[in-house]
C-alpha cells in the first residue's frame, strides 16, 4: 500500500522530490541461469522448481531481484525486532509488553502517521533512483511500468554512509550473495516467528527458557 502511494505521490509531481545516481548495472548474460545475477549456492543451486524463470524476459527477472533484496531487508530487520523489542522497549513509557506480534495495538496511532511518511519518503527515493519513469508528454507508457532502470543494478539506491561496498568485482558479488542468503533465511525466520506467536501468544526466547 504505502508503495502505491510513493508511486502516486511521484506522478503528481513536476519534477522528482529526489535526485538519485543509479550505479551501472551487473552485465547479465541471456544464456546464464537467472540472465547471471548473482543469488546462485551450492546449495540448493539453481533453485527453480517452478520453471518461472525459463520463460521470464531479463526484466521481469530484475524485478523479482529487486523484490526479493528489499523483502529480505525488511525479513532481517523484522526477525532481529522480535527478539530486541521483546526485550528491549523504552519507547512510550514501557506501556508495550507481551509477544511482538500483539504490540502493533498498544503502539500510538501517532507513530504510525510517522512512520508511513518515513516509508514514503524512503520508497519515493528508492523509486527515483531504480525505476523507469513512466510518464511522458503523451500520458503515461504502459511499457514503462513496473520496469527498472537499464543502468540501475536492483538493490543498489547508492546508500554507503560507511563506505563498505568493495570496489573489487568478485568480492562485491560475495557480499550480494551473503546479503540475499541472509534475506532468505531471515524471511523465513520472521515468517515462523509470527506463526509461532500466533499459535502460543509466547515471546520467542520464552521457548528456549532464556531470560534477558
Known amino acids: 500500500m504505502l508503495h502505491t502511494v510513493a508511486v502516486s505521490m511521484l506522478a503528481m509531481a513536476g519534477k522528482p522530490m529526489f535526485r538519485g545516481k543509479a550505479k551501472p548495472a551487473t552485465k547479465v548474460v541471456s544464456n546464464e541461469f537467472a540472465y547471471g545475477l548473482v543469488g546462485v549456492t551450492d546449495f540448493p543451486g539453481e533453485f527453480d522448481p517452478a520453471g518461472l524463470l525459463k520463460t521470464a524476459p531479463e526484466s521481469t527477472v530484475r524485478l523479482w531481484r529487486e523484490a526479493e533484496l528489499m523483502h529480505g531487508r525488511v525479513g532481517m530487520l523484522a526477525a532481529a525486532g522480535f527478539l530486541v523489542q521483546e526485550n528491549y522497549h523504552p519507547l512510550f513509557g514501557g506501556a508495550v509488553t ?70 573489487d568485482v568478485d568480492e562485491l558479488k560475495a557480499l550480494q550473495l551473503k546479503e540475499l542468503n541472509n534475506g532468505r533465511l531471515a524471511m523465513l525466520a520472521a515468517a515462523g516467528f509470527l506463526a509461532q506467536e500466533t499459535v502460543d501468544k509466547q515471546q520467542i526466547l520464552e521457548h528456549l527458557n532464556i531470560q534477558l
Open 98 to 167: 507481551g509477544p511482538a506480534i500483539d504490540h502493533i495495538p498498544q503502539i500510538p496511532p501517532f507513530f504510525w502517521a510517522v512512520l508511513s511518511f518515513g516509508i514514503g519518503i524512503a520508497e519515493s527515493y528508492r523509486i527515483q533512483v531504480g525505476w523507469a519513469d513512466p510518464r511522458t508528454s503523451q500520458g503515461l507508457d504502459s511499457k514503462q511500468q513496473w520496469k527498472l532502470r537499464d543502468d540501475y543494478e536492483p538493490g543498489d539506491v547508492g546508500f554507503d554512509p560507511l563506505g563498505l561496498k568493495p570496489d
